[in-house]
């Protein structure tokens, strides 16, 4: 699974708890989409940047 380019926000793990309290593994993806941005000397690139960078602005896309 991809990281932010920008927060380096990947995969979280922990424990999945079932109404009985017993515990499997559990896996949290982030919401991570490939884009291309443009960057500060005028160049655009590729690069895996989360949803969460796009929306406050951190990045500007291409």
Same mark, same amino acid.
């Given at each position: 699974? #991809?990281?932010?380019?920008?927060? =380096? %926000?990947? &995969? @979280?793990?922990?424990?999945? !708890? $079932? @109404? $009985? @309290?017993?515990? $499997? *593994? ?5 919401? &991570?989409?490939? !884009?291309?941005? %443009?960057?500060? *000397?005028? #160049? *655009? /690139? %590729?690069?895996? !940047?989360?949803? #969460?960078?796009?929306? $406050?602005?951190? !990045? =500007? /896309?291409?």
């Amino acid at each position: 699974m #991809a990281k932010c380019a920008i927060c =380096e %926000k990947g &995969v @979280h793990f922990g424990n999945g !708890v $079932s @109404h $009985s @309290h017993r515990r $499997s *593994n559990k896996i949290w993806k982030s919401n &991570v989409k490939s !884009v291309k941005v %443009k960057l500060a *000397n005028g #160049a *655009n /690139r %590729k690069m895996y !940047v989360c949803t #969460a960078c796009l929306r $406050s602005g951190l !990045v =500007e /896309r291409a």
